[in-house]
């Protein structure tokens, strides 16, 4: 409840952003006309985005023939949550990572790298598919696609007063600058703010769903050495992505945590840590799973 009461705020301050950057540029017009587009924006986004960051990151649908162990354990899992059985991808990088994306429960998809399939254990593994199991069933990633689309519409904003000049604008040449600096920044402030906040309701959900806080900390832990190590291509050519992976995959480059779309792993890892889960899931563990093997 406080993480979802937090992610409302946040949304209400990124909208009333977004009605400032256009009052600034053409008053009470300009402020509807910039929810207008920025809601024909979102709908482009919501209908949109699971097919454009599967592209992005080459992803391949993998079926119960092909992966036979993965599918089966995102299908029990799915079960568990009571959530429709997603789709399920498998990305060709060495960086241990996954992401969930999708408009709704009967719309979505669950991605895992091959690094992920190579170094994590089946409860680990387990632990990795249930928080993204929680971002569909929470509709996370439908947040994420309406905020990614508001962030950019205040961009794009910017950049038109860039061209619009001062022309009587209310708040004078002085409020369109700072506008044009500080809003755009504070917009990806709140979005990331916005994704640190659902990884910690997701990470308490996952933890529920697997049944196993621990292997849940566990592949936190591995991911995180493993990904600060590997350079993801697909990831960095795309870094607007970053927030729906599990762990930032922009880490093995980028440093400057002011800007991270993730919180902190430790002290995620200190909060799994300190929940008690009812010990009545069957383990995943004793083999990991193999990568998937096409052809």
Not at 68 to 79: G, I, K, N, T, Y
Not at 205 to 221: D, F, R, T, V, Y
Request: proline share 6%; with cysteine; net charge positive.
């Amino acid at each position: 409840m406080h993480g979802n009461m937090r992610t409302f705020i946040l949304m209400a301050a990124m909208t009333a952003l977004l009605m400032g950057m256009g009052w600034l540029i053409g008053g009470q017009g300009g402020a509807v006309l910039a929810l207008v587009v920025a809601g024909v924006g979102n709908l482009w986004a919501w209908w949109n985005s699971d097919k454009a960051v599967l592209r992005q990151h080459g992803a391949m649908p993998v079926t119960e023939a092909e992966a036979p162990d993965l599918v089966r354990m995102v299908r029990q899992l799915a079960d568990r949550a009571g959530l429709p059985m997603p789709r399920v991808y498998v990305l060709a990088t060495e960086q241990p990572n996954a992401f969930a994306t999708g408009r709704n429960p009967e719309n979505s998809a669950v991605a895992v790298t091959q690094g992920l399939l190579r170094i994590l254990t089946r409860d680990e593994l387990a632990g990795v598919i249930a928080h993204e199991l929680a971002h569909i069933r929470h509709r996370d990633t439908l947040v994420m696609t309406v905020t990614a689309a508001m962030a950019g519409a205040i961009a794009m904003l910017g950049n038109l007063m860039l061209f619009t000049g001062d022309r009587g604008r209310p708040g004078g040449a002085l409020g369109g600058i700072l506008a044009m600096i500080l809003a755009p920044l504070a917009a990806m402030l709140v979005q990331m703010a916005i994704s640190r906040s659902r990884e910690y309701v997701s990470d308490r959900s996952g933890a529920e769903i697997c049944g196993n806080p621990m292997a849940l900390a566990s592949a936190l832990a591995k991911i995180a050495n493993a990904a600060g190590r590997t350079v993801n291509i697909p990831a960095e050519r795309n870094p607007a992505s970053a927030s729906m992976f599990i762990i930032n995959p922009l880490g093995a480059l980028r440093m400057d945590q002011l800007f991270s779309t993730h919180p902190s792993t430790q002290e995620r890892i200190d909060l799994l840590a300190r929940m008690q889960v009812a010990p009545a899931a069957p383990s995943f563990a004793r083999s990991s799973v193999p990568p998937v093997r096409r052809g």
